[in-house]
């Protein structure tokens, strides 16, 4: 199985947009769901946007990032992104990425990459 190592993380304004990585080491179509997760300040670990990485369009959001975040993958270099945008100050934490959905994951996490989205 590929594990995941996050990347791109940074200060941005309110308002802002970021874009984040997550690469595999080895073959991504090891994995069939990958999600991206953010743990805020002083808060679990929740989930924010999932895709499936075999076959089908299947990508899933959080209530809270719909319409502003989009996930996406790229086979061929064995990653998935996260396209941040309009991003406010409750979107700042460390992102995570990991094979799974909203409802499970699976396999350890990784050390993430710090978002903080800050005037």
């Known amino acids: 199985q590929a594990q995941l190592v996050e990347s791109g993380g940074d200060l941005v304004q309110p308002g802002g947009s970021l874009r984040l990585f997550c690469a595999a080491s080895g073959s991504i179509f090891s994995l069939h769901f990958v999600g991206w997760y953010l743990q805020a300040p002083g808060k679990g670990r929740e989930f924010d946007a999932s895709i499936s990485i075999r076959g089908s369009r299947y990508t899933d959001y959080a209530d809270s990032v719909k319409g502003r975040f989009t996930i996406s993958k790229d086979n061929g270099k064995n990653t998935v992104y996260l396209q941040m945008k309009s991003l406010k100050t409750e979107d700042t934490g460390v992102y995570y990425c990991?094979?799974?959905?909203?409802?499970?994951?699976?396999?350890?996490w990784g050390q993430g990459t710090q978002v903080t989205v800050s005037s």
């Open positions: 990991n094979q799974g959905t909203r409802v499970w994951t699976s396999g350890s």
